[in-house]
């Protein structure tokens, strides 16, 4: 992978002028690479990578293994993307194995993500089964862990 | 009650109390217990030693692997040393007779020079270098010639400087490439040249190596790799580095059966054996480790690419060095002396670099910046430096 996608994978919030320095490079072609990047699709927005434990929210998030039925012309591709549009869904990929979509869903309480499921997911044409499983807690997300080990205790100085 | 009753300074032995005190271990009192000091001084790596290495340790703890190993070290890691060996420099050694696995190269270095020094016998080794050598060479009632290194070399050691200094005392010629605290590397026509050299005058050749695989450009020219200076080699190689495993203390040494045989005789009644955690630990990085040393590799690069940038940029002149974690740039633009401008910087502006005077004489007008250290203090600190320079400049 491109060194300067691997540093905005790190922190997508560091300057132009210091990924310049670290490339070798200057900040216009750096600030033109992004650009291109952006339009081809490759970059698909920059997010802060929170700890919503930590956060005073009662969101819940739950993982859902669908089953579908793929359909003659397209396969999974069209009931994906129609799923994909709800807002409450997080993230979703087709697996191989024992089902077929696997979704990171987000709601306000659990009752409203049970809902969703039964009201919006399992009626779908093409959806032949779910299960829900609602996720307790957050050790390491986009290979961040949430609780950092304790860092720079090296000595001040030494040769 | 006799006169010449003894306190206890009285019983330092005389050649130890005129030793004197590492340049860093002063300049480290100066910094230690100051808070919200940024830390270019530090000579080892930031990241965590990677996991599946720590990992690894864990289980030898919980298998009981903690009994002494070989004296040699244990046979499966000096087996895996030798194909690291073959497959990083072509070179052949035999795990049985000619590898031996130290408490890192400190030890190794140490072992060397008491298994090969006669008192008086002068040893060439090349400045700015590691704090180490001039002590552990006269410990071994050795003679340290230091050789300078310049700035207009890129610190490359030359032939031209080596000649200046040769008697026929001499008796090794120690090497530090990739070098702390410069970050200067040898090229292939270096390292010829060099062997040339060491072979024309008889001499026995110790190279530090420690740093290799942190090598950015221009290939990894190790001495290992030439085989007329096979039989005069002693070659040191350690996990700290690259592997960041400085806790573990584990180096080792290359050289031929005769030499390897000699050291491993003090090793064995000094040391007995390098960790035995810290074995199956090494095991483990040398066998799987590739790809957690390219990550960091990668990551140093492009600091050491940040912090020449940033140092050129606010007018300290500094050569791109090709390996090691430090940078060494020139102050003498600013008219303070290395240690004035490093005590300054430390004491106005919190960032902590150690003047280059404390690696020799030659080292006088530069600056040892470590940048194995986080992007974010890496900035603040040239930042720091920076309306530092701007300041003085007015």
């Known amino acids: 992978m491109d060194a300067l996608l691997d540093l905005l994978k790190k922190n997508a919030r560091e300057s132009d002028a210091t990924l310049a320095k670290l490339l070798g490079t200057t900040e216009q072609e750096v600030r033109a690479r992004i650009a291109a990047y952006e339009q081809e699709g490759v970059i698909r927005g920059f997010q802060a990578l929170l700890n919503t434990d930590r956060l005073d929210t009662n969101d819940v998030r739950a993982v859902i293994e669908l089953r579908i039925r793929p359909e003659r012309e397209g396969g999974f591709d069209r009931v994906a993307a129609r799923i994909g549009k709800f807002p409450q869904v997080e993230s979703m990929y087709l697996m191989s194995g024992a089902y077929d979509l696997l979704l990171f869903v987000k709601g306000a309480s659990l009752q409203e993500v049970a809902n969703f499921v039964s009201a919006r997911l399992a009626p779908l044409d093409g959806v032949l089964s779910t299960a829900t499983h609602f996720m307790l807690k957050t050790y390491k997300d986009q290979g961040v862990l949430m609780e950092s080990e304790p860092h720079d205790d090296r000595l001040q100085v030494c040769p | ?394």
């Open chain 2, 1 to 394: 009650m006799t006169t010449d009753s003894k306190s206890a300074p009285d019983f330092v032995a005389p050649h130890v109390r005129s030793l004197p005190k590492s340049g860093i271990r002063d300049f480290f009192d100066i910094v230690a217990g100051r808070k919200d000091v940024i830390s270019l001084g530090i000579g080892e790596p930031d990241f965590q030693t990677p996991w599946h290495i720590r990992e690894r340790a864990i289980e030898a703890i919980e298998r009981g692997a903690t009994r002494y190993t070989s004296n040699l070290g244990a046979p499966e890691l000096r087996q895996a040393l030798a194909a690291y060996m073959r497959q990083s420099f072509q070179s052949d050694y035999d795990w049985q007779h000619e590898i031996l696995v130290t408490v890192g190269v400190s030890e190794a270095f140490d072992l060397a020079m008491r298994a090969v020094l006669s008192p008086g016998d002068e040893v060439l080794y090349h400045e700015p270098c590691f704090v180490a050598y001039a002590p552990l060479i006269r410990m071994a009632h050795g003679v340290p010639v230091p050789v300078e290194t310049f700035r207009k070399d890129d610190f490359r050691l030359t032939v031209a400087e080596l000649e200046k200094k040769v008697t026929p005392r001499t008796r090794a010629l120690l090497l530090n490439f990739p070098n702390n605290p410069t970050g200067a590397t040898l090229d292939r026509a270096d390292t010829e040249a060099l062997a040339d050299f060491a072979i024309r005058h008889n001499l026995l050749v110790i190279s530090d190596e420690v740093y290799s695989e942190l090598t950015y450009e221009g290939g990894r020219h190790s001495m290992a790799a030439i085989p007329r200076l096979r039989d005069r080699l002693i070659f040191l190689n350690g996990f700290s580095k690259a592997w960041s495993m400085t806790g573990f203390r584990l180096g080792y040494a290359c050289a031929p059966a005769p030499l390897t045989d000699a050291m491993m005789k003090i090793h064995q009644f000094g040391m007995m054996c390098a960790s035995s955690i810290s074995q199956t630990a090494g095991l483990e990085a040398v066998r799987h480790g590739d790809a957690a040393i390219a990550e960091m590799r990668d990551s140093y690069h492009l600091r050491r690419n940040f912090v020449v940038a940033s140092l050129n940029e606010m007018g300290l002149d500094c050569f791109m060095p090709r390996g090691a974690f430090y940078v060494f740039p020139s102050i003498q633009s600013t008219g303070l002396s290395s240690k004035e401008f490093a005590l300054r910087l430390l004491n106005e502006y919190n960032v902590a670099c150690v003047p280059g005077g404390a690696f020799g004489a030659c080292g006088e007008g530069f600056l040892r910046c470590a940048y194995a250290t986080g992007m974010e203090p890496l900035k603040e600190a040239m930042d720091r430096m920076k309306t530092f320079v701007r300041a003085l400049a007015h």
